[in-house]
T-cell receptor
Framework: AQSVTQPDIHITVSEGASLELRCNYS??????LFWYVQSPGQGLQLLLK??????LVQGIKGFEAEFKRSQSSFNLRKPSVHWSDAAEYFC??????????????FGSGTQLTVLP | DAEITQSPRHKITETGRQVTLACHQT?????MFWYRQDLGHGLRLIHY???????NKGEVSDGYSVSRSNTEDLPLTLESAASSQTSVYFC???????????FGPGTRLTVL
């Protein structure tokens, strides 16, 4: 069964600093990987996704993520954090191949606090 | 623009009552999902549907049911609400099974 681990429950960074949120997955084939963001009281919004091709993917709001098969990781990065980035971030893995569960599995989330 | 909506956004009910949460999407997606979100547990899948008349149990389906009579709607019913079902409920839909999901704004349910 596929699984997703987000090792950091809570991260605090200063505004303008760089950010990296970690995500590790367990899956046999090539996964379909996602990062979602959830602002307080809101639903989840897709930041970016990866299925194949270039392992560095660009998303909305200046975020990017890099797929590293050898490390089973899909870490989210942003070079300069803004106060509005404070939110909870979820990594998810899916599988669209035949015979799979064909669902998304979510990590437990990382809460990001941004200091002024 | 296509969207996914949930109603009500907030609901307070009493233990033992039947409650139905609505989910409506205009993406024309065949795949729809219900999750609950609780502190420390992330998102947990309750039920899902891959098309009209298709429903499947997820990780935490006990005490919940769904029905799919058309493409646009997947209502979630709590047959006899319990305090343990106090949570935030999210509906989602997707074009591909296992692909990206689009989420509704959520329903905050409190069971007293």
């Amino acid at each position: 069964a596929q699984s997703v681990t987000q090792p950091d429950i809570h991260i605090t960074v200063s505004e303008g600093a760089s950010l990296e949120l970690r995500c590790n997955y367990s899956y046999g084939a090539t996964p379909y990987l996602f990062w979602y963001v959830q602002s307080p009281g809101q639903g989840l919004q897709l930041l970016l996704k990866y299925f194949s091709g270039d392992t560095l993917v660009q998303g909305i709001k200046g975020f990017e993520a890099e797929f590293k098969r050898s490390q089973s990781s899909f870490n989210l990065r942003k070079p300069s954090v803004h106060w509005s980035d404070a939110a909870e971030y979820f990594c998810a893995v899916g599988d669209i191949s035949s015979g799979s569960a064909r669902q998304l599995t979510f990590g437990s989330g990382t809460q990001l606090t941004v200091l002024p | 623009d296509a969207e996914i909506t949930q109603s009500p956004r907030h609901k307070i009910t009493e233990t033992g009552r039947q409650v139905t949460l609505a989910c409506h999407q205009t993406w024309n997606h065949n795949n729809m999902f219900w999750y609950r979100q609780d502190l420390g547990h992330g998102l947990r899948l309750i039920h899902y549907s891959y098309g009209v008349q298709d429903t499947n149990k997820g990780e935490v389906s006990d005490g919940y049911s769904v029905s799919r009579s058309n493409t646009e709607d997947l209502p979630l019913t709590l047959e006899s609400a319990a305090s343990s079902q106090t949570s935030v409920y999210f509906c989602a839909s997707s074009f591909l099974q296992g692909g990206e999901q689009f989420f509704g704004p959520g329903t905050r349910l409190t069971v007293l």
